[in-house]
């Protein structure tokens, strides 16, 4: 397996996957609240490569891969052929593998047509995770997300029209003090609830170091909310998601209250944590800091 830097991104769920490397960096790589990719020029890996590190991988770790997870920031933007040799390689160099997962960047999942994205499930594209973070048009163009909400919304249909088990992200907090807090959460609610993934992944911004973002935190451009408004936001998200069965979780290392359950059957005891936690009942965690 070769990779191009010591720091390998993938979402918390996909810890034991085996990671491969198809893009380097993110096809967007603007928006201003994200480092991960910061340093890198993006480009797509060689076909060949990739098959070549397959079969280190075979060497490496014998026939036992269960799950894969294709990296870095946006894999879904390669083209639909190579994706699908890729695809076969995998299923038949491990015979045990269960999922193949990804990132979807909106704007590569809305180059692709429906039936591309469907022929890439069936060839055992297992999951895609999306990085929603908001449903507001105002808040996806404040942090030049390179899409609008209905593009956003319509990337989302599409995967889950396609049958990819979709899991998506959006982010508490993103309008900084003073923004319009309420149409962020509310958007962000309704957008979930027409786009009707499987899995919603609720986590906090945290000013990343080197980022835009970050930047405007330090000068004071940008001022974080504090830990009981962000729970209050949390509250708003939970009781506005009617998506019937909702795989949530709020427990990333940026939240300060773990959620973990299903909607709607969970509602009720997380808005009575969130309120417990508002009320000094609960101890709220150590978030993540990255160096702001």
């Not at 020029?41 to 990739?50: A, Q, S, Y």
């Not at 991988?57 to 052929?81: N, S, W």
């Not at 594209?125 to 449903?135: D, Q, T």
Request: proline share 5%; charged share 30%.
């Amino acid at each position: 397996m070769r990779y191009d830097s010591d720091v390998l991104y993938r979402p918390p769920g996909e810890w034991r996957s085996y990671l491969l490397q198809c893009t380097i960096g993110c096809s967007n790589n603007k928006c201003t609240f994200c480092g991960m990719y910061k340093g890198k020029k993006f480009r797509i890996r060689p076909v060949e490569e990739i098959l070549e590190d397959i079969d280190m991988a075979r060497d490496y770790y014998g026939p036992y891969v269960e799950r894969v997870f294709l990296m870095d920031g946006d894999a879904i933007i390669m083209k639909t052929e190579d994706l699908l040799q890729i695809l076969h390689k995998l299923y038949k160099t491990f015979p045990r593998l269960e999922k193949v997962t990804t990132y979807a960047g909106p704007k590569s999942t809305l180059s692709k047509t429906p039936e591309e994205l469907k022929t890439l499930r069936e060839a055992g594209l297992s999951r895609a995770y999306l990085g929603v973070e908001s449903g507001s048009d105002a808040v996806l163009k404040f942090i030049k997300k390179g899409v609008t909400a209905d593009e956003m919304l319509l990337a989302g249909q599409r995967l889950v029209e396609a049958g990819i088990d979709l899991w998506v992200t959006v982010i508490l907090g993103m309008t900084g003090e003073g923004g319009d807090w309420e149409e962020h959460i509310l958007a962000t609610a309704d957008m979930i609830n027409k786009m009707k993934p499987r899995h919603l992944s609720a986590m906090t911004f945290a000013p990343a170091k080197g980022t835009p973002l970050g930047d405007d935190v330090l000068a004071g451009r940008f001022k974080v909310y504090e830990p009981d408004h962000i729970l209050e936001e949390c509250k708003l998200l939970i009781e506005n998601l009617d998506v019937d069965p909702l795989h949530f979780t709020s427990n990333h290392a940026s939240n300060y209250v773990p959620l973990k359950g299903g909607l709607p059957e969970d509602r009720e005891k997380f808005l009575t944590t969130l309120d417990k936690a508002l009320a000094g009942k609960i101890r709220l965690r150590k978030t993540l800091d990255r160096g702001i």
